[in-house]
């Protein structure tokens, strides 16, 4: 089973246990994979912004450059005034068929938090693959966390400390300290 993740890479799962067994990085995001045979040789093929991958499993191709994260950006919106951080997000889809529900394992609940200066900020992994919460300029961390751990930091400056995902570089969030 094949499929394009959000970090540039396609990945290979196997389709009896799911298990990750291969990842080739195209440098983007792209489209959905697929896999075809040509004279009894596995290809696989993805469309990604710059153009289209085609290569044969084994070949001799070289891997993109990962795509880096994006110099950060001002945060949006007003923060929520909560001690709690989630590494997933309940979010609605307005399909055609009506409307649903789904986790988004890429997003923080709530991205921005505001809490007052002493006050250890926790974050929860509730979603179902590992995350790291790292502060972007690198002066802490919570560890790695599993589905269902909890890490947390203590915050003893007022200050805006954005931090990132490790494993999922685009996601980001900021925690505000006042006085």
Known sequence: MFRSAPDGNVQAYD?????LVWQFQIGAAGGPP????????????AIAPAGVWAFKLGGTIAQAAAPTRPPPEPFPGQPTDTTQIE??????????TGFHYMTDEYAFSPFRARVKKGTQVTWRNNGLM??????????????TLNPADVGGVAFDKPGSYPYFCKEHPWVVGQVVVTD
């Open 15 to 19: 389709a009896k246990t799911g298990n």
């Open 34 to 45: 697929f896999s075809y045979e040509v004279d009894g040789e596995q290809y696989v093929a």
């Open 87 to 96: 590494t997933a997000s309940l979010v609605r889809d307005t399909g055609f």
């Open 130 to 143: 590992v995350h790291t919460i790292v502060a972007q300029d690198g002066s802490w961390t919570t560890g």
